[in-house]
């Protein structure tokens, strides 16, 4: 259930077909939160990935630094841990075990309780002629829909 979304990945969309969504919480500073709360996130070449302790690090999310904070000033780029149950993170481990999957962030958001969350998607890559065709598709039903509010005129 999302709540306040402060961040998405638009081009995660174009680039991958998200098999299945995944939510977790994050681990962060109190800068980085205030930072998050303001909308200063880009998603955009973010990654999970699974270290050799069996966490789950997110890779690569720019947070930027918050103007204001006097103290303990966070890197933008760093790798945050994201808390995920046991059972959820072997499950992660088994799929992305096949070969072209990928954890992408897709979303940050604020749930009513004020904790962040991300939401991840099981990711498979698309093709240069799969972009070209999601394209059309979408072209053709924009172009339907331009049609059908014409003739309701």
Request: no cysteine.
């Amino acid at each position: 259930m999302q709540g306040k979304v402060v961040g998405r990945n638009k081009k995660a969309y174009h680039n991958y077909i998200i098999d299945s969504k995944i939510e977790a919480g994050m681990v962060l500073s109190g800068p980085e939160v205030k930072s998050l709360r303001a909308g200063k996130v880009n998603l955009r070449d973010g990654y999970a990935r699974v270290n050799e302790r069996g966490e789950v690090m997110l890779h690569n999310v720019h947070i930027s630094l918050y103007t204001f904070a006097t103290h303990n000033p966070n890197e933008p780029i760093r790798p945050r841990k994201l808390l995920l149950h046991k059972r959820e993170i072997k499950k992660l481990i088994g799929k992305l075990q096949e070969k072209g999957l990928a954890l992408i962030p897709l979303s940050i958001y604020f749930v009513s309780n004020g904790k962040a969350k991300v939401e991840l998607g099981l990711a498979r890559g698309k093709r240069q002629y799969d972009k070209r065709a999601t394209l059309k598709k979408k072209q053709g039903e924009r172009e339907v829909e331009r049609a059908m509010r014409r003739n309701q005129n």
